[in-house]
């Protein structure tokens, strides 16, 4: 990630928590680096999501079975480093078994759109039809249409 230092990146692992932090807490003086995200052991940390500046925006998660969840981003804290909260329900022994996981993270700004992306195949959900997979943060999500639930990654689009 590169960029001006108020700039805002949505990290999240692949357990479903995450938070917003500024690029700024993000760098560090030390050759080793600095701990970031908390990742539980056995997990990853999804691909991040900039956040564009001055825009009302939502924030997109999807699981590995096909669930998607819209909620707003204020419900989202903005940390320097940590776990995070709960960006979408996976069962803890779902995600233990490797049964479950995040698989990707976006945000979509105010009347954009969110691409999902499934091999070769691109969807693009427009602003209008979000309310279908909205929610409370921490929900399970609604289920993708058949043939659109293996989700490599999403693209919030302006």
Known sequence: MIGDAEKKYLLASD??????????DLVSRNKAGKAILRVSAGGKAVVPSPVPAGK?????????????LVFEMDELPELAKGKG????????KKYLSG???MVAAAVIPEEGNLQV????RIMTI?????????????LRGS????GWRKVERLVGIE
């Open 99 to 101: 049964e479950e996981k």
């Open 85 to 92: 909260n709960k960006l979408i329900n996976i069962p803890g």
């Open 143 to 146: 289920l993708l249409p058949k």
């Open 15 to 24: 357990a479903g928590y995450g938070f917003v932090a500024t690029l700024g």
């Open 56 to 68: 009302e925006c939502l924030i997109a998660a999807v699981s590995s079975i096909g669930r998607l």
């Open 126 to 138: 427009r602003w209008d039809d979000i309310d279908d997979y909205y929610g409370e943060r921490a």
């Open 117 to 120: 992306h499934t091999g070769t």
